[in-house]
């Protein structure tokens, strides 16, 4: 099991760019865990400060890299193209965009944040960034909205669900978003609505549409091609604007990492992707020092190019999953450590983490073993992240 992170966004905002500048990476071969089925299916990598130099040893990852004390742990990325308004109504690739949708556990919202761009990809001249923040927004709502519509026509058919429970009805209608009849009723109330859904009116149901969307599909957005003055005024004015307040906004230059990346690939800059700075290693023409002078500017102000911290919010903030190391103190004696980084669900126990390193493990779990304290963990214990854990059977 691992995650998938889709990214999305009109044509032209900039997803190819970002997608090959963070998949594009500098991996020993046979070391990606995932074949790849498709070309806009990749594999991309999210940061774990490792635990291995807090027991003294260096780790010897079976999947990714460690790049001094980093851990570059795999995860999925795909290019969900094909976004365009009207979608949901079967519009564009439509039905088909939103199926490739619904494989990604988190979205990534890229958007041209130059304005240069309008819905459909075309050239403008003063297009707001929050026209398209409203338009996915809408699209998914609406696409929630005819399957919770269908649902209710399940539950009025009363064909359905034996104890007649409107939540039964909407979880089964829903399957596809992981979100069970308890989280249904729990988000029926935290809408404040009366639980007998004839006592809904339309607002009611697109409401409730809308809290299911966010519950199931986290996202940020990711402000592209914040390497030019427009973007940035345009960034100011929409994170200072409080209908927006609800989002995550991350500055990115897809350009920026695909720069840096090819520097590193060169060998003429050392440079581990998501770091805030860079160094010149090699032979570089006086133009390129020029354009990588502005990278570093861009680097001081935000941070990094942002490709990074955009794909790991997406999955440790907004999502919450975490990274969890099954491991113990000292190598094994072929001399690995810390093997593995598997990234979870937030709230994943120790019983959890058992279950998913195989069933055998689970079925046979006795106790668990926090490395770090060197103590013991019960099976209910709610793990943290970058937590090590050792896990003892009875097999
Ligand atoms: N200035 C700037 N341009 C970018 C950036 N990322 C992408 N672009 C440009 O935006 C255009 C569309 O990019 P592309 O990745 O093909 O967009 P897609 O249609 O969303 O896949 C191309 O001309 C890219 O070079 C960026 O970070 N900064
Ligand atoms: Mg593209």
Known sequence: MSYTIGLVGTPSAGKSTLFNAATDNDVPEGAYPFTTIDPSMGEAYVRVECAAPEFGHSCTPNHGVCRDGVRYVPTKLVDVAGLVPGAHDGKGLGNQFLTDLNEADVLVHVIDFTGETDLEGEPADDHDPREDIDVLEHELDQWYLDILEKGLERYRSGYHGADGDVEDDLAEQMSAFQISSDEITQVILGQGLDPDPDTWDEDDRLAL??????RTKPM???ANKMDTATAQA???????DPDYEHLTVVPVSAHAEKALKGGADAGVLAY???DADFSVTGDIGAERRAALDEIRAFLDRFGGTGVQSVLETALFEELGAIAVFPGAESPKPDGTFLQDCF??????????????LHTDIGDGFLHAHDVRSSRQIAADRTLDHRDVVEITTTN
């Open 220 to 222: 940020v957005i990711a």
């Open 343 to 356: 990234v979870l669900p937030d709230g994943s126990t120790a019983e959890d983490f058992a279950y998913f």
């Open 234 to 240: 345009n960034y100011e004015a929409i994170t200072t």
């Open 209 to 214: 549409a809308r809290a299911i969307r966010t």
């Open 272 to 274: 581990r992707p998501g």
